[in-house]
């Protein structure tokens, strides 16, 4: 059964970091895409990073740059987000998906992603 488990999360005080994980289990993260996104209550969904497993391409929101470095351990077979610099507004229920298409560039978000984690919430609050 693919499955994708977010963890990591918790409260952090404004100007910290944080990195959550995204671990697959049922598949081999090698040969896809994975992106992360956030959803903070009333807000809609948004893309914060993808990283194309196989060759290490990222592409990152413009909210994300120069803060967040996404990578991957194909040992451990999971993706990570490293959070820095962290603002109130970066509050969210964080996610990992798995693209369907091999698309992490410009645009990457509208792109089908499918096997969801239930997510991990990350709140910035001092």
């Known amino acids: 059964q693919v499955q994708l488990e977010e963890s990591g999360g918790g409260l952090v005080q404004p100007g910290g970091s944080r990195r959550l994980s995204c671990a697959a289990s049922?598949?081999?993260?090698?040969?896809?895409?994975i992106g992360w996104f956030r959803q903070a209550p009333g807000k809609e969904r948004e893309g914060v990073s993808c990283?194309?497993?196989?060759?290490?391409?990222?592409y990152y929101a413009e909210s994300a740059k120069g803060r967040f470095t996404i990578a991957r351990d194909n040992a451990k077979n999971t993706v990570y987000l490293q959070m820095n610099s962290l603002k109130p507004e970066d509050t969210a229920n964080y996610f990992c998906?798995?693209?369907?298409?091999?698309?992490?560039?410009?645009?990457?978000?509208?792109?089908?992603?499918?096997?969801w984690g239930r997510g991990t919430q990350v709140t910035i609050s001092s």
């Open positions: 998906a798995l693209g369907v298409l091999p698309v992490c560039a410009t645009g990457w978000e509208q792109a089908p992603f499918d096997s």
């Open positions: 990283i194309s497993v196989n060759d290490g391409v990222t």
């Open positions: 049922g598949f081999t993260l090698d040969y896809y895409v």
